[in-house]
């Protein structure tokens, strides 16, 4: 984390497997931090955690995780998983770092961060 900088932290709950915006979000997330005006943290919750998983050819809009989840894992810290994603086994394999949070980690974090960006 660089000092200084104001955080974002980017919370993603949707089914990448059904829905664009997981893909969108982490494009989203890759290009502010990519300004490197902000520090971004992103946070998968519910479903959004198979945006992690092995093959990114089942999630819609495959492009932007092979695209840009390189970039937003390049942060000096993991991306978390809420664990209120219960197929943690879906996620084996995964060529990302990540980090499996309670739903109160996830509280402190929003707290700790100075803007919040849903998806």
Same mark, same amino acid.
């Given at each position: 984390m #660089?000092?200084?900088l104001p955080r974002t932290l980017v919370v993603v709950e949707t089914d990448? #497997?059904?829905s664009? #915006?997981?893909a969108e979000a982490i494009r989203i997330a890759a *290009?502010? *931090?990519a300004w490197k005006k902000t520090d971004v943290t992103l946070l998968l919750r519910g479903p959004a955690g198979y945006s992690l998983q092995?093959?990114?050819d089942? &999630?819609?809009d495959e492009d932007n995780f092979t695209r840009y989840l390189p970039l937003v894992a390049e942060s000096p810290r993991p991306i978390y998983v809420e664990d209120s994603f219960a197929d943690l086994a879906a &996620?084996? *394999?995964s060529p990302w770092r990540y980090e499996v949070i309670t739903a109160e980690r996830t509280v402190e974090l929003v #707290?700790?961060?100075d803007y919040l960006i849903r998806l």
């Open positions: #660089r000092a200084n990448p #497997r059904t664009p #915006r997981p *290009g502010i *931090g092995e093959f990114p089942e &999630l819609i &996620l084996e *394999g #707290r700790a961060n």
